[in-house]
């Protein structure tokens, strides 16, 4: 815990973009040694897996209501990954979590939550209609 902040949520009308960001939260810490995943929870639901970026080649992985409307993407220069999000809808309206899995690099990045390790403390997207 507390190794990754997210920002970049807020309110945004149907149809409208947000892009997230996860950031390390201390020096030395460094995602592209890790597998980054994002997850939303939803109010009275469990957490889901959006989409992930694999640490060894960047490859990605999408949840697939979110394939063709989000994309991830990963900036080692300022250690930081995104998730950018296009046609938001209603039903988008979560808090979005990243995590880092510190898996072996050669096997594929995970959309289920119990592989990672840290995780940030979340933020809120709303859409509204």
């Known amino acids: 815990q507390g190794q990754l902040v997210e920002s970049g949520g807020g309110l945004v009308q149907s149809g409208g973009s947000l892009r997230l960001s996860c950031a390390a939260s201390?020096?030395?810490?460094?995602?592209?040694?890790?597998?980054i995943g994002w997850f939303l929870q939803a109010p009275g639901k469990g957490r889901e897996g959006v989409a992930c970026?694999?640490?060894?080649?960047?490859?990605?992985s999408y949840a697939d209501s979110m394939k063709g409307r989000f994309t991830i993407s990963r900036d080692n220069a300022k250690n930081t990954v995104y998730l950018q999000m296009d046609s938001l809808k209603p039903e988008d309206t979560a808090v979005y979590y990243c995590?880092?899995?510190?898996?072996?690099?050669?096997?594929?990045?995970?959309?289920?939550?119990?592989?990672?390790?840290?995780w940030g403390q979340g933020t809120q997207v709303t859409v509204s209609s």
């Open positions: 995590a880092a899995d510190r898996g072996v690099a050669y096997r594929e990045c995970q959309l289920w939550a119990r592989p990672y390790d840290y």
């Open positions: 201390a020096s030395g810490f460094s995602l592209r040694n890790y597998h």
């Open positions: 970026i694999r640490r060894s080649d960047g490859s990605t």
